[in-house]
């Protein structure tokens, strides 16, 4: 189950580097709201490749967690910016950025650890975005339904994961049991993936000329 798990990780971080290379196939003509989210997922590419190195090198690499969910943050904030067209999403995301700075200078060991607040604020924002846009949607066409499908299962799963992971690392729990725990978490990222492929695929790709 173990190899199964190591197997499965290493396609999610090679899914994760293609996924930008398609959506940058129609990055030039598309709108605002798509090239953010090209950017977000060449970050999180990056993100995932640096990850994958340094536990090859056997690098402890839990900082690295600071920089995924923040970024994070600030780009499916900007993102969602340019889907509900509302003044207040830079309000937000500067207050929650100002709450985390504070934290850090008051806490500087929470950088090197699992940050559930932030995890748990910064996750539960955009998932409210996911929200109020599927609300909008209820009266008005508009784009990247799938994808926000796939934002809202993945960060609530997300939340749930992150959200106990320094009461899962005080449990001392097997390593077997971590990565099994770990791949639900996977899973639903899988399931993202599959979703942003999806969205690509069905709206977005170039379609052929017609002779």
């Given at each position: 189950m173990l190899d199964f798990v190591e197997y499965f990780n290493n396609f999610l971080v090679l899914a994760s580097v293609l996924l930008p290379c398609i959506y940058f196939i129609?990055?030039?003509?598309?709108?605002?709201?798509?090239?953010?989210?090209?950017?977000?997922?060449?970050f999180i590419a990056i993100i995932q490749g640096t990850l994958f190195y340094l536990n090859a090198q056997k690098i402890h690499n839990?900082?690295?967690?600071?920089?995924?969910?923040?970024?994070?943050?600030?780009?499916?904030?900007?993102?969602?910016?340019?889907?509900?067209?509302?003044?207040?999403v830079p309000i937000v995301l500067f207050l929650v950025l100002g709450v985390l700075a504070l934290q850090y200078v008051f806490d500087p060991s929470s950088f090197l650890a699992y940050n559930t607040m932030g995890v748990i604020l910064?996750?539960?924002?955009?998932?409210?975005?996911?929200?109020?846009y599927f609300y909008k949607m209820l009266s008005q066409k508009?784009?990247?339904?799938?994808v926000n499908n796939g934002i809202f299962?993945?960060?609530?799963?997300?939340?749930?994961?992150f959200s106990s992971g320094n009461l899962l690392l005080k449990l001392n729990l097997s390593l077997e049991t971590m990565r099994l725990i770990g791949f639900?978490?996977?899973?639903?990222?899988?399931?993202?993936?599959?979703?942003?492929?999806v969205e690509w695929y069905?709206?977005?790709?170039?379609?052929p000329l017609k002779v």
């Open positions: 129609s990055f030039a003509k598309s709108s605002r709201a798509y090239k953010v989210f090209t950017l977000y997922l060449l839990l900082f690295m967690f600071q920089f995924y969910f923040i970024g994070q943050f600030v780009f499916l904030s900007l993102f969602y910016f340019e889907l509900l067209k509302k003044k207040w910064t996750q539960s924002v955009v998932v409210v975005y996911s929200m109020l508009g784009s990247f339904l799938i299962l993945y960060l609530m799963a997300s939340v749930l994961f639900v978490n996977d899973f639903f990222y899988f399931v993202f993936i599959i979703l942003i492929v069905r709206n977005f790709r170039p379609t």
